[in-house]
């Protein structure tokens, strides 16, 4: 799917209606591609596993393979976006209030010693 995608977007480079489309679906998934990266691995295994499960010793059909690994990839972007907006954004937004805590902190430091060697 995203190949077709992005050679839609390379086939009609001057069409802006396509272009804008395009970087908003790959910013989109640029937001949530490390929570993506992290889950990717153990949820597919889990996803194998699983099939081996549900199908002990059976061929699967293609056409149910294929449907089955279309809900997977749908659940696994799905929680991507779960994790980037419950735990991703979070976490910046504190760290980003940490840092500019300490750095207020050390300034307001030396400005205390700097009145002190005033008297």
Request: with cysteine.
């Amino acid at each position: 799917m995203t190949v077709r995608i992005i050679a839609g977007g390379l086939a009609q480079p001057d069409n802006p209606a396509w272009s804008s489309h395009l970087a908003r679906w790959l910013g989109g998934l640029g937001l949530f591609s490390y929570s993506l990266y992290l889950i990717n691995q153990p949820f597919l295994n889990t996803f194998v596993q699983l099939m081996g499960q549900a199908f002990p010793g059976h061929a699967i059909h293609r056409l149910l393979l294929y449907f089955c690994e279309l809900a997977a990839c749908s659940l696994l972007f799905t929680i991507s976006w779960l994790l980037y907006r419950w735990v991703e954004l979070p976490s910046s937004e504190w760290g980003k209030r940490f840092v500019q805590r300490r750095s207020r902190a050390k300034t307001a430091v030396p400005a205390a010693y700097a009145s002190q060697g005033e008297r």
